[in-house]
């Protein structure tokens, strides 16, 4: 989860946000070579003296034409892998649904028998000692370490958005319609994440919580509720 | 803690960063002070500076990440290597008990 005032990314807990954490930091870098270029060339406008006698600009149209095709090639190939990598098809070992709703998030696993249950934000009156506030959930979503899980994600009511920032994961639950998204975690943990489309009054009181378990644990958790 | 570098580049926690940012530094010292005591033009020294320290930082930044992926990539390899020792030492699927076989096929 993300501590207060923090500005950077949570630490990366699945494969796909590891590499889009490595691509910030190489979009950062690009970032910081143009402003250098861009000071230096204030810095030094502003040592000049105010006058134009340029007739014939050839090089500099060359230069300022060829370097930014340079800037874009450098952002646009690691991008395109990323996006490409995400869009993969792989064989989930789970498919799971998230149906959002005003104000909570039902989860389905029908791959298991008829297992289906809501999850509401534990109020924070109800909440205890040292658990998150507006972040707790009554049922978290299970989900077993090293299997993709494949979520279909839509909505009842209104527009919702699933996201959890740790997998790197984000999807728009829209109503009428289902997307989908995947997601591997390496390790077991606990992940937090919050409704990401404005769907009214309590839009930031429905939080979603991700338990990824050993699969020994999510076999005996999967059996104990479909009982 | 974190330093960042223009408000936004952290160059204490992201991998690879510090060094270029210092290699960078270091090649725009060189190649202006040289170009410079060659030509004896302070502007266009500037300007090779600038341009000495955005191709070393950028140049030395590509040549580390992509050493930094190379070592990930056998980082994993080693890794499911040892996890796959351990799971198949003495079953049919071990290789090292496959080559032994062959071996002594052979004599």
Redesign the interface.
């Known amino acids: 989860m993300a501590n207060h005032s923090q500005f950077?990314f949570q630490d990366a807990s699945s494969p796909i946000m590891e590499e889009l954490m490595?691509f910030h930091?190489?979009a950062?870098?690009?970032?910081?070579?143009i402003?250098?270029?861009v000071l230096?060339l204030l810095a030094?406008m502003l040592s000049e003296k105010l006058s134009s006698s340029t007739v014939n600009a050839q090089e500099i149209e060359l230069v300022w034409t060829i370097l930014p095709a340079m800037v874009l090639v450098m952002l646009a190939l690691p991008s395109l892998r990323i996006l490409y990598m995400m869009d993969e098809i792989n064989e989930p070992d789970l498919t799971l649904k998230a149906i959002g709703h005003q104000w909570y998030w039902t989860y389905e696993y029908t791959d298991l028998k008829d297992l289906t249950f809501d999850s509401y934000m534990t109020p924070t009156a109800d909440l205890p000692l040292g658990h998150f506030r507006l972040l707790e959930v009554d049922h978290r979503v299970i989900v077993p370490t090293n299997s993709t899980v494949r979520v279909i994600v839509t909505a009842d009511d209104v527009l919702h958005s699933w996201a959890v920032p740790s997998l790197g994961v984000k999807t728009d639950a829209i109503p009428g319609r289902l997307n989908q998204t995947s997601f591997l975690t390496p390790r077991p943990g606990i992940y937090y994440g919050q409704c990401s489309e404005i769907c009214g009054a309590n839009h930031s009181f429905m939080p979603i919580v991700v338990e990824a378990v050993p699969l020994a644990n999510f076999e005996n958790w999967s059996s104990l509720s479909s009982s | 803690q974190?330093f960042k570098?223009?408000g936004?580049?952290?160059v204490k926690n992201?991998?690879c960063?510090r060094d270029?940012?210092l290699y960078g530094s270091l090649g725009s010292l060189v190649m202006g002070l040289g170009h410079f005591l060659a030509t004896s033009r302070v502007?266009r020294s500037?300007?090779v500076a600038?341009g000495g320290?955005?191709c070393t930082?950028?140049g030395y930044?590509f040549y580390c990440?992509f050493d930094l992926a190379q070592q990930k990539i056998r980082q994993r390899m080693l890794k499911e290597g040892m996890k796959n020792r351990v799971l198949f030492e003495g079953s049919y699927l071990d290789p090292e008990k496959k080559q032994t076989g062959s071996e002594r096929g052979d004599s």
């Open positions: 950077g490595q930091d190489h950062l870098m690009v970032a910081l070579a402003c250098s270029l230096y030094h | 974190s570098l223009l936004f580049l952290d992201v991998p960063a270029s940012v502007k500037c300007d600038v320290f955005i930082m950028l930044w990440r």
